[in-house]
């Protein structure tokens, strides 16, 4: 099964509003980091989040995370149609380096 | 600083042909990564390398792939006699030592077999 596991799958919002996306995971973390994919391209790194931190903030972008639950939200906050695109979380296991876990991502969709 | 180059950006081979896929990491890195993406899907981990070390192929398939990352030149993952199933993103990443600054990722290569 997955390590990290975003919801919604999907998430369809207009320029301006927020939008949240949040991932579950099942085993101990290093760290948890969350990417962005445009349509057919690479991997963008977004914004990493140690174990020991409950949230951080990067611009327009605000992750939290929560080891008791296991889980971490991202929040885009005043969306623009540029921010199109799907955006997975990847778990960096405690008892290992380097072999991310993805979850299958959230799609999402700006309209002007 | 170019980041993770991979190249070739897609590649077509026939069936049973073998597919040879490059990534140059970003200079300074030394620990390099593949991933592979299948359509609508996350990516999943295969292999992570140092120069001339193999650290964890936890997720290479048993047969047909390979992976190198030798003292000069790019890694390579090699992927012999391919199938129809391989057709895939293959994404390679690079991290310094210190695992807290993230990984970079290069582009892809899109694999399609025929």
């Known amino acids: 099964s997955q390590q990290g596991e975003e919801d919604p799958q999907a998430l369809s919002i207009q320029e301006g509003e927020n939008a949240t996306m949040n991932c579950s995971y099942k085993t101990s973390i290093n760290n948890l980091q969350w990417y962005r994919q445009n349509s057919g391209r690479g991997l963008v790194h977004l914004i990493l989040i140690r174990s020991n931190e409950r949230e951080k903030h990067s611009g327009r972008l605000r992750v939290t995370l929560d080891t008791s639950k296991k889980s971490s939200s991202l929040l885009i906050t005043a969306s623009r149609a540029a921010d199109t695109a799907s955006y997975f979380c990847?778990?960096?296991?405690?008892?290992?380096?380097?072999?991310?876990?993805f979850g299958a991502g959230t799609q999402v969709v700006v309209t002007p | 600083n170019a980041g993770v180059m991979q190249n070739p950006r897609h590649l077509v081979r026939r069936r049973g042909q073998e597919a040879r896929l490059r990534c140059s990491p970003m200079?300074?890195?030394?620990?390099v990564y593949w991933y592979r993406q299948l359509p609508e899907e996350g990516l999943k981990f295969m292999v992570y390398?140092?120069?001339?070390?193999?650290?964890?192929e936890s997720g290479m398939p048993k047969e047909r792939f390979s992976a190198e990352f030798p003292k000069e030149g790019p890694s390579i993952l090699r992927i012999q006699q391919v199938v129809r199933g391989d057709s895939a993103a293959y994404f390679c990443?690079?991290?310094?030592?210190?695992?807290?600054?993230?990984?970079?990722f290069g582009s892809g290569t899109r694999l399609t077999v025929v």
């Open positions: 390398l140092q120069k001339e070390n193999i650290i964890d």
């Open positions: 990443a690079s991290s310094p030592r210190d695992r807290y600054y993230g990984y970079t």
């Open positions: 990847a778990t960096d296991a405690a008892d290992s380096w380097g072999k991310l876990q």
């Open positions: 200079k300074g890195h030394s620990h």
